[in-house]
């Protein structure tokens, strides 16, 4: 529970009546989460901290308004969840008491034993069988920002160059995988030094440390570029972009210029997105089931560690996801 604004400590393991599900709903135990950054900044009402360098006095009222005024909009936090069904309300069909599922919560709460929600969510499906609860929780929050900016923003094709920046993060690590093994990409994958052997594994033709090389400085061109963190800006990345190459920031609002390229509708300048649709999920969990994807989890903490796993992923040096099991 957060029951104000503020760092990592402000979290607190509470005890809560058990939900019952109403007639259309269903109970799910839960096992896991992971921490995505929308948990950040519900706890502390701030945005990112690279967001508007030049405007935070502008939109930090308005950050207010969206996380809460004086006390936090979402008391609950938590999005990702991965468990078993347990109960089902008297008109559901669609589900049955023992169904293992995984999926996304945009209303938070997920970091909780128990997850109440309509039989109409949208964002649940079945988990992977060859996946264990901390496992399938890791996926929702980090794997479909990785489909969409590959897929649908991308439009990536076999045998296109992809630099991928941020690979060895929680959508980096996902996007990897996605590119050279769904998509059949030619991938080069951009990290820290002490991640290169990780990021080689999951299939990347090339590893560039970026303490070491400036890769905007390369003669080798790419068709795409996913900016996992928006750690450069397009009029950066296009140096290094085909004729029509595509630069995808995740995190767009990372650097001022993109604001303006979002204004402007600048064609090879694509926003990042997620779509944690039954659908994506359900097709991921094909790609896990065959072995084409594998979660990456930096480490598994209790949920009374929560503060810990906090203050790791604000470090921004996770490999892979940072995973909350609930037992």
């Known amino acids: 529970m957060c029951e104000k604004f503020g760092p990592p400590e402000v979290l607190k393991v509470v005890e809560k009546d058990k939900p019952l599900p109403k007639n259309d709903e269903i109970l799910i135990r839960n096992y896991a989460s992971s921490i995505n950054t929308v948990d950040i900044m519900y706890r502390t009402a701030k945005l990112p901290p690279a967001i508007f360098r030049s405007f935070r006095t502008l939109f930090s009222p308005l950050s207010r308004i969206e996380f809460g005024i004086r006390k936090p909009k979402r008391k609950f936090p938590g999005s990702d969840f991965a468990g078993e069904i347990e109960a089902v309300g008297t008109n559901v069909q669609k589900w049955e008491e023992g169904d293992r599922v995984y999926g996304y919560s945009d209303s938070g709460g997920t970091l909780a034993e128990y997850v109440c929600l309509p039989e109409s969510y949208r964002k649940m499906t079945k988990m992977p069988k060859n996946l264990k609860y901390e ?137 990042g997105s997620t779509n944690e649709s039954a659908e994506n999920l359900s097709l991921l969990r094909n790609w896990i089931e065959n072995g084409k994807v594998k979660p990456v989890i930096d480490t598994t903490f209790t949920l009374d560690q929560v503060s810990e796993a906090h203050r790791l992923y604000e470090t921004g040096h996770a490999k892979g996801r940072v995973v909350i099991t609930i037992d």
């Open 135 to 271: 496992e399938a929780g890791s996926v929702p929050g980090g794997a479909p920002p990785a489909l969409t900016g590959l897929r649908d923003k991308a439009y990536l094709q076999k045998d296109q160059k992809i630099l991928i920046i941020g690979a060895s993060g929680g959508i980096g690590s996902f996007a990897v995988q996605i590119a050279k093994n769904i998509y059949q990409a030619e991938v080069t994958a951009v990290c820290g030094p002490n991640n290169i052997n990780m990021v080689t594994s999951l299939g990347a033709d090339y590893v560039i440390d970026y303490t070491k090389e400036n890769y905007l400085k390369s003669e080798r061109k790419y068709d795409a570029i996913f900016d996992v963190v928006a750690t450069i800006s397009f009029s950066d990345a296009k140096n290094i972009l085909t004729k029509n190459g595509l630069y995808i920031a995740n995190n767009p609002l990372n650097r001022k210029k993109h604001l303006l390229y979002m204004i402007t509708g600048n064609k090879r300048f694509k926003q």
